[in-house]
């Protein structure tokens, strides 16, 4: 997979057509990843750890079919549900209930669906007293935690998760967790970007670690985390930054 | 489009079976080439309720169900059909124009704002729906169709309107004027081309938008909505043959202000340029939309 990025700040008309007198193209390209290969079988879970801008998202928008590769093939069998970013598609100006339907529906669910997770949705936010507030007006946890709660209630076959996913306080963060767990141990294939070492070690089958734009090391998330944690020389303190 | 990579036609069967739905999906690579398109319409369809909502939406976020918001949405073209009335009654010098060329200025305003609105909702759908594109697959097309169902929402409230002044100028009511729906079809057809191809085209070049309002501003005056198209002298008759909406609001002004079926010439004109624009906006999108993610 290869970025091009250009150096302008955005293409326009008017530097086209100026860019075209004077030949030039000012573009570098960013090889964000490189020979990245890997088997994931159906109904496991793959960790894949790595340090920022090591290529990570890039793998799961890949893998998801939202960026195309330069080169290379991906195979997926199944329906894929992308949870990379929280709030996809919610709009601040509406209420949580118009939110609620408009994050389902960008995630791909039916009318029916929404309304019968509905409640599912409200109460595992714990928002029951807001959902007709605009979200303009929602602290950034509650936000956090709605979106989530939309997230996770889509029950795909292929899951790819992306980190981030740590929103509001510890008793929520704890439920999201259980949640995570009560996911992984599903019958679904699941990829799960995660800096918490501690989280891939315990929810994963196998991991892979990304090292900017390749593939370093696949094996059990045991030897895979820690080989990682000693390249990141932190140690155990790591196992404190305890996130899904 | 253009020729496909080798890679491409042999995935090409691989891939026929569903884009976004099927068991088994293959990636490979691929800048420019068209996805299979069953498929494609089917998950586009799917997917409506998605547009929709996201129409809703918009029109929810500029108050559009409190009453002095549509107030204010039908308030502006009506106002600015007066403007239009008193310029073209000064340029004319007296006479001639009655309320008649008044309800034939007010459906034609009317009409043209729905595409322009259609346009210019859809120029931003696709790069201002960056976080929505980068981290969800979905077909791509419904950005700017939920921009042209916003403008079709925002056109119904007018043609309410419209019928009033339809009355005090006497105009003849009959089954003509079924003839509407199909027109009023192939606006939203000819909207939904148009929008898309802007949409896209605005990826590649951010300033499309800026041009846009001086360009919606030509095709209104060389449009038969300011005069009536028979009033357009014989040596400038192209100009209804070579403007999309030329035969299109010809025939919207035929059945609405004439009281007749619209002329042969203006529904075949009107039916070829709103599926010509549709093909080459939706192929352009449709091949294009897959290169979005990377050039947001």
């Known amino acids: 997979m290869t970025y091009r990025t250009s150096l302008e700040s955005a293409p326009t008309l008017k530097s086209t057509v100026l860019k075209l007198g004077r030949r030039e193209r000012v573009i570098r390209e960013v090889h964000a990843l490189k020979g990245v290969s890997f088997e994931v079988p159906e109904g496991q879970v793959l960790g894949v750890v790595g340090a920022n801008g090591a290529g990570k998202s890039t793998l799961m928008r890949t893998v998801a079919g939202i960026l195309p590769p330069n080169s290379g093939r991906v195979e997926v069998h199944g329906r894929v549900s992308t949870l990379l970013a929280l709030g996809v598609g919610f709009n601040r100006k509406m209420t949580g209930r118009q939110n609620v339907v408009l994050g389902g529906l960008a995630a791909g669910l039916t009318r029916d669906q929404l309304a019968e997770k509905y409640d599912e949705i409200v109460s595992f936010a714990e928002l029951e007293d807001f959902m007709d507030m605009p979200m303009r007006t929602y602290s950034s946890g509650m936000y956090g935690r709605l979106a989530f709660a939309v997230a996770v209630t889509m029950e795909p076959e292929i899951l790819l998760i992306d980190e981030a996913l740590s929103v509001g306080d510890a008793r929520f963060r704890k439920k999201s967790f259980r949640k995570m767990r009560e996911l992984c141990t599903e019958d679904r294939t699941i990829l799960l970007v995660s800096h918490a070492l501690g989280s891939i070690k315990e929810l994963c089958d196998q991991a892979i670690w990304i090292h900017k734009g390749e593939l370093r090391m696949w094996d059990e998330p045991e030897n895979v985390v820690d080989a990682y944690t000693e390249f990141l020389e932190v140690g155990e303190d790591a196992f404190t930054m305890e996130d899904v | ?296």
């Open chain 2, 1 to 296: 489009m253009t020729s496909l990579p080798a890679s491409e036609q042999q995935a090409a069967p691989a891939r026929e079976e569903n884009e976004f739905t099927s068991e088994r999906h293959v990636y490979e690579p691929h800048k420019i080439g068209l996805p299979p398109l069953g498929p494609y319409a089917r998950e586009l369809w799917r997917r409506r309720e998605f547009a929709r909502e996201m129409a809703r939406t918009n029109l929810r976020a500029q108050h559009f169900n409190t009453v002095f918001g549509q107030l204010w949405l039908v308030l502006n073209p009506l106002l600015l059909a007066c403007v239009y009335f008193l310029l073209v009654y000064i340029l004319r010098g007296s006479g001639s124009r009655g309320v008649e060329f008044f309800a034939h200025l007010l459906a034609g305003l009317f009409a043209y704002y729905f595409i322009s609105d259609s346009i210019r909702l859809s120029v931003k759908s696709v790069t201002g729906g960056g976080r929505l594109i980068l981290n969800t697959a979905f077909p791509r097309a419904l950005l700017p169709l939920a921009g042209v169902i916003t403008a079709f929402m925002r056109f119904l409230p007018t043609l309410v309107i419209y019928i009033p002044v339809h009355i005090i100028a006497g105009l003849p009511f009959g089954p003509h004027m079924l003839w509407l729906v199909p027109l009023i079809f192939l606006m939203f057809v000819m909207a939904s081309g148009a929008g898309m191809l802007v949409s896209a085209l605005q990826v590649y070049f951010r300033d499309v938008k800026n041009f846009l309002p001086y360009f919606l501003r030509i095709w209104l005056y060389s449009s038969p909505v300011l005069y009536y198209a028979d009033e357009v002298p014989d040596g400038l008759q192209w100009i209804l043959y070579a403007n999309p909406l030329g035969g299109l609001l010809t025939a919207w002004s035929d059945v609405l202000i004439m009281g007749h079926a619209p002329e042969p010439w203006a529904i075949g004109m009107a039916t070829a340029w709103s599926f010509g624009i549709f093909l080459a906006g939706g192929l352009f999108f449709v091949s294009r939309e897959r290169e979005f993610a990377v050039r947001l």
